[in-house]
Every structure is written in structure tokens, then in C-alpha cells.
């Protein structure tokens, strides 16, 4: 798939007991293999390592889906989603068939009829047919950008590899950034605009995502904040 001149392609998968990751070094080298073959080139085909997110799949998954079978449409690659060449998009509507993509989970969310579940996923596609790509789909969580859901689903999961849970609390976090820039809690939980308060909100927002200390509807309750406003906040302030 073209986007912005460089190829990729979008999978929507459910892990079972083979890791993803041997799933797609075999897709990958498989892959490679059969244009190497066929271009006579050698050496690596893919620039960067595959990028993956764990989605929620009851807040994200026909949206994700949707998004996917758009992007050969918003491309420029074809009109119509169902004349794409490489997309699932046609087994779905049931024009194409294909023995490896399972369409029941996703089609038995619109209807148990098949023929009826066909025609309202169809028109939920077309709905967004001319809409501009969810960007939502690149960021991931504020906390945790391999995971593609909210806060609720977050703290579901087990720990990622790699991440330690914090050893200091929210309130210790803000009491130091409080102390460091010389404003009080009171102050920040109020309705001021102030750039020092705004600095000391978007630096606990941040550091408190970063060490794991709470996540963003805590930090929101917290300062007294809109979550959408601590995300920003604390994307500002990242790495301070």
C-alpha cells in the first residue's frame, strides 16, 4: 500500500499460542523472498521493524477494521475499498473468498443473518468513505503506546516487558514538581492559566504517565482537569 511513498501493509490479527512475532518474521521473509525472486534484487526488503499495537477490541475493533479496509481509498490507490487487489475488504462483503481471513467475529457484530450483516458493513465503511484518516490509530495510549485503548482496558493488561511499577505516588510526584517551580497544590487544582501552573500541570501529567504512577482519568481527577487536557499536557511536556 502508497502512503506518502513508502509501502506497508495493515494486519488485524488475534494472537493465539504462536507469537506474533514468529508470525511475522514467516509473513515477512515469505514476503521478501517471492519479490527478490521476481525482481532479482537482494538484500532487506522491509526498512524498520514491524509496528505493533494491542487493541481493545470492544471499543476499537470495527473502527481499526473500517480504518484498514480505507486506506488503499484514501491512497489514492482505487475508488472503491472491494477493487483493491490486496485487501480483505472483498471477502467480507462475500464478492471474494480467501481461506485464512475470518470475517464471522466481525460481521456477527452488524447482524446474524450473513446477508443482511454484508449489507450494513458495507454501509458502515461507505459511511466514512471521504472522512480524513483517524489519527487516533498512530498514538496509542499517553502511558502506553503499544496499547490502543483507554484507561480501563490499560489496566487490565499485565505489566509489558521492560516497565517496573512506579515506586513513587501521584501526590509525591506532584508535591516535588509543586516545590520545584514554587506553586502550591491549590493552585494548580484551580482554575488559573498562569504558564508556571500550566508547566507544573503538563510536568506531573507527564512524569506521572512515564513512571507509571497513575494513569490519565487519575491525573485528570487529581488537577481537576479534562483528560483530554492532561493528554496534551503531558505530550508537551514528555521527556521534562
Known sequence: MADDDAYHYHLLIQVADTPLGVFMQRVGSRYARAVQKRMATTGHLFENRYHALLVDVDTYFLELLRYIHLNPVRAGLVALPETYRWSSHG????????????????LLMFHADPLSARVHYRQFVEDRIDAPRNQTFYAGHPAEPRVLGDDRFLATLPMPPGLRCSTVTLPEI????????????????????????????????????????????????????????????AQRYAGG
Open 91 to 106: 471477502a467480507y462483503l462475500g464478492i471474494r473468498s480467501s481461506g485464512w481471513v475470518h470475517c464471522d467475529f466481525a
Open 174 to 233: 506532584a508535591l516535588a514538581i509543586c516545590t520545584e517551580l514554587a506553586v502550591s497544590l491549590e493552585e494548580l487544582r484551580s482554575v488559573r492559566q498562569h504558564r508556571q501552573l500550566s508547566r507544573a500541570r503538563g510536568l506531573i501529567a507527564a512524569r506521572a504517565l512515564s513512571s507509571r504512577a497513575a494513569t490519565v482519568s487519575d491525573i485528570a481527577r487529581f488537577l481537576n482537569r479534562e483528560r483530554s487536557t492532561v493528554v496534551r499536557a
